[in-house]
């Protein structure tokens, strides 16, 4: 174990570490675990413990401002918009704690991917799993970034026709615009720069700044209906402008590759890592006893339409958005919900180290009436883990649900809980 408190880019400490000397630790174990927690310090404030209690057994809380955006400013690259993501800052402080360069980060949630790219740029191999393909079209270009200078030819040689879309997209962007668009949905290849111009773009077809392509809109994590476009139209009194693709992708690029050096360019290359898109229940190409931590955030019950927010990301990417939400499970109630996240742990079991550590992000739903944290617990231990206790992050830290419409107070998650398991040796 490296405590997070003698690495120069933290800026929190504990009260018995010595500054710039590593604890290394052959295993970090539940107590040594619990004593870190309790005794994490972050400017001038404790932690605070309280008790979960789940029938005749009591679980360890801790409550603190373990990680902020303050703390720590993240890299550049992370900069991709995604519905319900969590900061940067969140999986560094479990990546710190329990696992050491070359050792292996897994993600059966991946989202946008922030667990898996903080973890290469700490030198950990990574495995990356989401049902959504979206998310490895987001994350893997970022672990085989072409240089700005590549981008920028690769942009000059692409030519734009005058070929339409499929589908009305008049609503979103100018006549000019959709033939560019068009143009680089049909023209780019399967390389590292033109991946690399498909993220980019897939993040930039619509939001609402001049830095998108389309105009005015909703932000740029979820997609309006063209019906509902139509309206925001003529509620505004607005028509698309034309906008440049290549200049925007051009400029988000170089936005993302502000703190991106040739060394960390060539580091990321070398990163071990490995991307599907299945049911996080059945990774079977994952071999056993081959993770040393995991840091996710599963669905919270029924609160995401996937075909809905993704409809236009989907169809600049060829892929069937109704058949991808066919495939992932809405869970009206709890019960659902539990049965299905039990058979994730059984398979976050089968193929955790012994020794191991999964660090479970859950939160309040239904305005605070139900705690998934409660739920979780009795989950790992059904599958065989250890539970090292409960973390609440006490800084207003949330998901992105006030962007994307969800009042954060009243329907979405209202704190920023992890649960801590350990697989036993």
């Given at each position: ?5 003698s690495r120069r880019e933290s800026t929190f400490t504990f009260p018995h570490s010595t500054p710039g000397q590593l604890d290394r630790m052959p295993a970090v174990s539940i107590e040594r675990a619990k004593a870190v927690l309790s005794e994490f310090v972050l400017v001038n404030q404790e ?178 209906s063209q019906k509902s476009q139509k309206l925001i139209n003529a509620r505004l009194e607005i028509v698309p402008p034309y906008k440049n693709t290549k200049e925007i992708i051009l400029k988000k690029s170089k936005s993302l590759l502000r703190n991106i050096n040739s060394k960390l360019r ?50 600049f990417n060829d892929i069937d958005a109704s058949e991808v939400e066919s495939r992932i499970s809405l869970c009206r109630t709890v019960e659902t919900w539990s049965e299905i996240m039990g058979s994730v742990f059984d398979e976050l079991y089968r193929i955790t180290i012994p020794g191991g ?69």
């Amino acid at each position: 174990m490296v405590s997070p408190g003698s690495r120069r880019e933290s800026t929190f400490t504990f009260p018995h570490s010595t500054p710039g000397q590593l604890d290394r630790m052959p295993a970090v174990s539940i107590e040594r675990a619990k004593a870190v927690l309790s005794e994490f310090v972050l400017v001038n404030q404790e932690t605070s413990i309280d008790k979960l209690v789940l029938g005749k057994e009591n679980y360890t809380k801790f409550v603190n401002e373990f990680w902020t955006a303050k703390q720590r400013q993240a890299n550049s690259i992370h900069e991709i918009s995604y519905r319900a993501c969590y900061k940067p800052q969140l999986p560094r402080f479990f990546i710190d704690i329990f696992t050491e360069k070359g050792d292996t980060v897994y993600d059966p949630f991946a989202g946008r991917g922030t667990t898996l790219i903080e973890a290469a740029l700490m030198g950990r191999n990574i495995v990356s799993n989401d049902v959504n393909p979206l998310s490895v079209i987001l994350t893997k270009p970022r672990l085989n970034i072409p240089r700005i200078d590549e981008i920028e030819d690769r942009l000059d040689e692409i030519e734009f026709g005058q070929s339409e879309a499929d589908i009305d997209l008049s609503m979103f962007f100018d006549k000019k615009t959709e033939y560019e668009i068009v143009s680089l949905k049909n023209r780019l290849l399967d390389s590292d720069v033109d991946n690399w111009i498909r993220m980019v773009s897939t993040n930039r077809l619509t939001g609402h700044s001049a830095g998108f392509f389309s105009g005015y809109t909703l932000p740029p994590n979820q997609a309006a209906s063209q019906k509902s476009q139509k309206l925001i139209n003529a509620r505004l009194e607005i028509v698309p402008p034309y906008k440049n693709t290549k200049e925007i992708i051009l400029k988000k690029s170089k936005s993302l590759l502000r703190n991106i050096n040739s060394k960390l360019r060539r580091e990321l290359k070398t990163i071990n890592s490995t991307f599907s898109s299945l049911d996080s229940r059945k990774t079977s190409h994952i071999q056993n006893d081959s993770i040393n931590l995991t840091v996710t955030s599963p669905p919270f019950l029924n609160i995401v339409k996937y075909a809905a927010d993704n409809w236009l990301r989907c169809w600049f990417n060829d892929i069937d958005a109704s058949e991808v939400e066919s495939r992932i499970s809405l869970c009206r109630t709890v019960e659902t919900w539990s049965e299905i996240m039990g058979s994730v742990f059984d398979e976050l079991y089968r193929i955790t180290i012994p020794g191991g550590w999964v660090a479970f992000e859950v939160g309040e739903v239904n305005n605070g009436k139900i705690k998934l944290d409660e739920h979780v617990v009795p989950l790992g231990l059904e599958s065989g883990f250890h539970c090292a206790g409960v973390m609440v992050n006490s800084q207003d830290f949330t998901k992105t649900s006030n962007i994307w419409g969800v009042n954060n107070m009243k329907i979405g998650t209202n704190t920023n809980r992890i649960v801590l398991f350990h697989k036993p040796k």
